[in-house]
């Protein structure tokens, strides 16, 4: 079993639609949890990053972290043509040194 | 501020062959993280360097090593190339005390003929 789960996808919605993004994770040692964003042929780009559990919102984005299920959500509100990218779950803990460890990525197309 | 600076960019080797793959973190930036991604693994963490010292290890074989030099500048190399080694090779760095905040390069992609 990988340490984070999370569905490759992809995920394809009309512009305007509200996008949710689910990652799992096994580690209970994880404090701190991340949403990167990557387009093609670029490195990933922070988009969210919440320390232990509860929600956090900026502009369209909210993460949710759920640290007694072991689950962490990204919600995208009035998806645009833009947001057409791979979404990747990340998480870590500052025990010894960072590793962070990254889901496999969702493909997310919106179209216009 | 100048972001995360990986070279080179593009390169192609031969079985056998060993390559260095080099990246600048941001300024002031001391921890550098190094990560391959493949399309069947995705991101898979290689090693973080830290005040010149390694403090984490993923699951690679020895092939791969990497050193982080005392102006935070890191290398990674991997030696005996195989066809299984063409990847995305991507370096991020961050400050101390923000674990997981990462500053990723725009990667450094190897093929491996």
């Known amino acids: 079993q990988k340490e984070v789960e999370q569905d490759p996808g992809p995920l394809s919605v009309p512009e305007g639609a509200i996008v949710s993004l689910n990652c799992t994770y096994s580690?209970?040692?994880?404090?701190?949890f991340m949403w990167y964003r990557q387009y093609s042929r670029k490195g990933p780009e922070l988009l969210m990053y919440?320390?232990?559990?509860g929600n956090k919102e900026d502009g369209r984005f909210t993460a949710q972290v759920d640290k007694s299920s072991k689950y962490i959500s990204l919600f995208i509100r009035d998806s645009q043509p833009s947001d057409s990218a791979t979404y990747l779950c990340?998480?870590?803990?500052?025990?010894?040194?960072?590793?962070?460890?990254f889901g496999a990525g969702t493909r997310l197309f919106v179209k216009a | 501020k100048a972001g995360v600076t990986q070279t080179p960019r593009y390169l192609i080797k031969t079985r056998g062959q060993q390559v260095t793959l080099s990246c600048s973190p941001i300024?002031?930036?001391?921890?550098v993280s190094w990560y391959q991604q493949t399309p069947g693994q995705g991101l898979q963490f290689l090693f973080e360097?830290?005040?010149?010292?390694?403090?984490n290890k993923g699951n690679f074989p020895g092939r791969f090593s990497g050193r982080q030099f005392s102006n935070s500048r890191s290398e990674m190399n991997v030696s005996t190339l195989e066809l299984g080694d063409s990847a995305l090779y991507l370096c991020?760095?961050?400050?101390?005390?923000?674990?997981?905040?990462?500053?990723f390069g725009e990667g450094s992609r190897l093929t491996v003929l």
């Open positions: 991020a760095s961050s400050l101390e005390a923000n674990a997981g905040e990462l500053f």
């Open positions: 580690n209970s040692a994880f404090q701190y």
């Open positions: 919440t320390y232990s559990s």
């Open positions: 990340a998480m870590s803990s500052n025990t010894g040194g960072f590793k962070t460890i």
């Open positions: 300024s002031g930036h001391r921890s």
């Open positions: 360097y830290f005040s010149e010292t390694q403090r």
